[in-house]
């Protein structure tokens, strides 16, 4: 496990902020409970001057209570485990009764539990597919006003659509470009109809392009 030293200090949300130039999550390529542990540990959103540090926190934010369930070990940073399992969960589903319990009305209770837990397995949602992706908003000119830009492209709210960090980068002539990241639910979301709802607001965009594009 990496240490980054107090989470909760400058120089700890620093050390974060480098480890994850060139990567997605604490560990691996998928969300585990190491994310967890690093996102409890620091309480809130990095400032904006830690782009990486803030982007990795924006994703894992925007799975809400599905943070409880990522898969890994508890390490390190106050990683909780898993709540504890309601009456009704599979835990308590005995598939095997007592060993006193060998003659025919036994086998059938067993029989109907075995059917009853393959049904509830077969019921439960699989993971929700999201994806992450690098916006690059365009003005008409170097003396567009890019707060203004940028305060209207985050008014746009739709469901499974999270906006995360963003940065001005060169375009051309002086002209700088709008990169900001968002997190989108892929059911839900269209790229595309989203790209076009940007470029609705003629007076600042010019045209938006996309610089990266990864599945979470």
Not at 86 to 93: K, L, N, Q, T, W
Not at 128 to 137: F, G, N, P, T, Y
Not at 165 to 192: H, N, R, W
Request: proline letters at 3%.
């Amino acid at each position: 496990m990496v240490h980054f030293g107090d989470l909760k200090s400058d120089s700890g949300v620093k050390a974060l902020n480098d480890y994850l130039a060139d990567r997605s999550y604490i560990e691996g390529h998928t969300a585990t409970k190491s994310d967890t542990g690093v996102y409890d540990a620091i309480g809130k959103a990095p400032a904006s001057r830690y782009t990486h540090a803030l982007r990795w926190y924006t994703h894992i934010d925007s799975y809400g209570a599905q943070r409880s369930s990522f898969p890994g070990e508890c390490k390190d940073f106050g990683c909780k485990a898993a709540p504890a399992q309601d009456d009704d969960d599979d835990d308590d589903v005995d598939l095997f009764g007592s060993d006193d319990e060998e003659d025919a009305e036994a086998e059938r209770v067993r029989q109907e539990r075995l059917a009853a837990y393959a049904e509830k397995k077969a019921k439960k949602p699989g993971p929700i597919a999201k994806s992450q992706i690098m916006l690059d908003v365009k003005p008409w000119d170097d003396e567009t006003d890019m707060k203004v830009m940028e305060e209207h492209v985050r008014t746009i709210e739709l469901d499974g659509l999270v906006w995360g960090a963003s940065k001005l980068a060169p375009l051309a002539f002086g002209i700088m470009k709008l990169q900001i990241l968002c997190t989108v639910e892929d059911a839900k979301i269209s790229v595309d109809d989203l790209i076009d709802k940007i470029q609705e607001d003629e007076d600042f965009v010019q045209s938006v392009d996309i610089a990266a594009f990864n599945k979470v």
